[in-house]
Nanobody, 120 residues
C-alpha cells in the first residue's frame, strides 16, 4: 500500500507565494513520476506540473510562476507557486506512480488534496 499526503495549501493574496509538499510513503521500491493537478469549482481537473527522472513539464498557465522539485530520498515533491492569481484558486492534488517492489508491481496513487485560495 502506498499513501500520498499533501500539505501547504492556504489563503494568499494575489501576487503572493505558497509552497505545497507531497510525500509518498508505504511500500515503495521506486517512483517514476510525481505530479500536481488542480481542480477549480465547476471545472475539470487539469495537470499543473509533473516531475520525472527525465525532467519536468508544466501547464502553460503556470510556466515561469510555478516550480516543481523533488527530494528522492524523502519521496517528496514540492510545488513552489509564485505570483499567484485568482485563477490559481483550486484544490491541488498530488499523484505518485512507481513500483512497490523488485517484481515491478505498479502503484498509482492520489492524495486527498489541499485547498489553495487566492483572494484580496
Amino acid at each position: 500500500q502506498v499513501q500520498v499526503v499533501e500539505s501547504g495549501g492556504g489563503l494568499v493574496q494575489p501576487g503572493g507565494s505558497l509552497r505545497l509538499s507531497c510525500t509518498a510513503s508505504g511500500s515503495i521500491f521506486s517512483i517514476n513520476a510525481m505530479g500536481w493537478y488542480r481542480q477549480a469549482p465547476g471545472k475539470q481537473r487539469e495537470m499543473v506540473a509533473i516531475i520525472t527522472n527525465a525532467g519536468s513539464t508544466y501547464a502553460d498557465s503556470v510556466k515561469v510562476r510555478f516550480t516543481i522539485s523533488r527530494d528522492n530520498g524523502k519521496n517528496t515533491a514540492y510545488l513552489q507557486m509564485n505570483n499567484l492569481k485568482h485563477d490559481d484558486k483550486a484544490v491541488y492534488s498530488c499523484n505518485a506512480d512507481g513500483y512497490q517492489n523488485s517484481d515491478y508491481e505498479r502503484f498509482d496513487d492520489w492524495g486527498q488534496g489541499t485547498q489553495v485560495t487566492v483572494a484580496s
